[in-house]
């Protein structure tokens, strides 16, 4: 899984197809300083507005460990994830991510009535802040649990802010803990990962829901969407992908064919959106089992301008519909930004459509079969246009 080294992204180009040249500028993007809205009448991505910056999530979680190992000793991919959740520069980076944090803050201050005198759970806790909002909102207890070393800090943060009589820091996976309690009322957790799915934390929080929330509790968020579009991205492409048929003179096209594998995490200005928006898959977390997380969907994306195609981007939203008015985020390119930003899926072929064409497809997601952190994807896509007939098969890997 690629990320971009800046923010920058283009414009899209002057459409005249195969004779035109593609104009491309790179703008810089600016996040809007207007107010974050967090009520929604309906999930999709115009909940929020704007762009996208980078991160791992929060949810520092914990998940058995695999057997995948890497070279450095005995070390699995499982222990450089949690790893990577010791350091505070994650945590700050989600933090700061004000559609992320604000939304949960609203969500649990904005609706009390839901934590008061309740026993909550909080799933991969990080720094705390979750749990340290819900003992705020008048929970009875938390129980906030954490597997990488930022849990020692977290009990010096309840600690600090007087809290430690109702947030109990846990250190340790989720599958391996025992809670003091039998029972939670609550789940709290911030699992979403790139593409929604990519770490696999989800199965963490089906796993603490099975053993622990009660029959009629919570689950926040209880619902997640995952969407799909496609976009112009002429330069970015050539920079990244088509550099590799020519470099200084050799050919190194090898790369290329690993590089087009491997999703990008980055914004998309949504000005080089060429299509419509499809949804993909709606996941009830209150209802789901893991291996709903591995899944074919079709998908149907019609041309909404005269455009070239180098890119499909999928992105999602995440809601709360147990609050008395439902709340939700979007990371789509056309709502506020997001350290998710959205995951780019670049194409062999670059397609030139039509106004009104249709790009018939269908993407395979699973968990990777060796660690199940990473993400398979497969898509098989075509289109039968008045200056473009294309069909294929491609394969992608987020790790």
Not at 59 to 68: A, L, R
Not at 92 to 120: A, C, H, S
Not at 154 to 183: C, D, Q, R, W, Y
Request: glycine content about 6%; hydrophobic content about 40%.
């Amino acid at each position: 899984m690629g990320h971009r080294k800046n923010s920058t992204s283009k414009n899209q180009g002057s459409m005249g197809f195969p004779n035109a040249q593609y104009q491309g500028t790179k703008i810089r993007f600016q996040d809007e300083d207007e107010e974050l809205t967090t009520d929604s009448s309906k999930l999709d991505e115009s909940t929020v507005a704007g762009d996208k910056v980078m991160a791992m999530e929060d949810d520092s979680m914990c998940e058995p460990d695999v057997s995948f190992v890497d070279g450095d000793g005995d070390k699995t991919s499982a222990d450089y994830y949690f790893d990577s959740y010791s350091h505070f520069g994650i945590h700050e980076e989600m933090l700061k991510d004000v559609v992320r944090t604000k939304t949960y803050q609203n969500v649990i201050y904005q609706n009390k009535f839901l934590f008061k005198n309740k026993i909550v759970l909080d799933v991969g806790a990080g720094t705390g802040i979750l749990s340290l909002f819900c003992a705020k909102a008048g929970a009875a207890h938390v129980y906030a649990v954490e597997c990488s070393d930022m849990a020692d800090m977290a009990k010096e943060i309840v600690e600090s802010n007087g809290f430690s009589e109702v947030v109990t820091v846990l250190k340790g996976k989720i599958e391996e803990i025992e809670l003091p309690v039998a029972k939670v009322d609550i789940i709290i957790s911030e699992w979403m990962g790139y593409f929604l799915l990519y770490e696999n934390m989800l199965n963490t929080v089906l796993y603490a829901r099975d053993k622990w929330l009660v029959s009629d509790g919570i689950l926040l968020p209880d619902k997640a969407s995952l969407y799909l579009t496609a976009i112009e991205d002429a330069d970015y492409k050539e920079d990244k992908i088509e550099f590799w048929n020519n470099v200084y003179g050799f050919n190194m096209s090898c790369i290329k064919k690993q590089a087009i594998m491997e999703p990008l995490v980055d914004t998309v200005d949504q000005k080089q959106i060429v299509t419509d928006c499809q949804l993909l898959k709606i996941m009830d977390i209150s209802q789901m089992v893991s291996g709903d997380a591995s899944f074919t969907v079709p998908f149907k994306l019609v041309a909404e301008r005269d455009d070239y195609i180098h890119a499909l981007v999928a992105y999602f939203d995440v809601s709360f519909t147990k609050c008395r008015k439902l709340m939700s985020f979007s990371t789509g390119p056309r709502s506020r930004a997001t350290h998710w930003k959205q995951t780019i899926l670049y194409l062999e072929d670059v397609l030139t459509i039509c106004e009104g064409e249709v790009l018939f497809g269908n993407m395979t997601v699973a968990p990777d079969q060796k660690n199940p952190r990473d993400i398979d994807i497969m898509i098989k896509y075509a289109l039968n246009g008045q200056r473009c007939v294309v069909s294929r098969t491609q394969y992608y890997k987020m790790r």
